[in-house]
């Protein structure tokens, strides 16, 4: 499962951390999930207490944040906030669209105990 990868990345970041700053429990994770990332939150939190089990993220919560989406529009030349791949420029209507962020999933920052 996809989540459950996702999950594995995301311990092993809150380990390297957890050696170099001389933490033992983090409290709290926050993560950003771009809107084309196709991550499944629910999949995710589901998927987070069993992979983080015995490691410095067990028990820490959660907190996710999902920032816009953005493409260029090769029609107009604008930058536009999208909520999809393969839409319409919502600023003109043309179909020539880059993406520029939306895909990827990070940790932005963590809160230790
Ligand atoms: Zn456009």
Do not use: Y
């Not at 983090?26 to 589901?46: M, N, Q, T, Y």
């Not at 791949?85 to 669209?97: A, H, I, M, T, V």
């Amino acid at each position: 499962m996809h989540e459950v990868s996702l999950c594995e990345g995301i311990v092993s970041i809150v380990l390297a951390a957890a050696r170099a700053n001389d933490f033992v429990r983090a409290k709290a994770i926050r993560l950003e999930i771009g809107p084309l990332s196709h991550v499944d939150e629910r999949a995710l939190r589901f998927a987070f207490p069993s992979v983080a089990h015995g490691t410095p993220a067990e028990g820490a919560e959660l907190i996710i944040e999902v920032p816009p989406a953005t493409a260029f529009c090769a029609d107009c030349g604008e930058t536009v906030t999208i909520t999809e791949r393969g839409g319409d420029c919502p600023s003109c209507g043309g179909g020539k669209l880059l993406v520029q962020s939306g895909g990827e999933m990070r940790v932005k920052d963590l809160e230790v105990a």
